[in-house]
């Protein structure tokens, strides 16, 4: 089994950043490609960001150069670094062992004025 719990979520305004962590329970993340994906209203769950365990990153052509996603495998912990929000990336966010196929309950993210 594999839990993940998602977390930093929140209103903010067009420009600044949030970040945003997964915390992994059930099998260590260190050998597992992970990912965030988000799902605006009315939209399908898009890819975001994902991680290897080298630590080789792959990202959406539409947040490449504002996010950044990190890992910490001793904690069991994916981030997701948020800068220069856009009102276009209100959503909620997962994030996924990609080799599994649960997700978390997710976390809101609202980019506003």
């Known amino acids: 089994q594999v839990q993940l719990v998602e977390s930093g979520g929140g209103l903010v305004q067009p420009g600044q950043s949030l970040r945003l962590s997964c915390a992994a329970s059930g099998r260590s993340i260190s050998i597992y490609t992970m990912g965030w994906f988000r799902e605006a209203p009315g939209k399908q769950r898009d890819f975001v960001a994902n991680?290897?365990?080298?630590?080789?990153?792959y990202y959406a052509e539409s947040v490449k150069g504002r996010f950044t996603i990190s890992r910490d495998n001793a904690k069991n912990t994916v981030y997701l670094q948020m800068n220069s929000l856009k009102p276009e990336d209100t959503a909620v966010y997962y994030c996924?062992?990609?080799?599994?196929?649960?997700w978390g309950q997710g976390t809101q993210v609202t980019v506003s004025s």
């Open positions: 996924k062992n990609l080799h599994f196929p649960s």
């Open positions: 991680i290897a365990p080298s630590g080789t990153t």
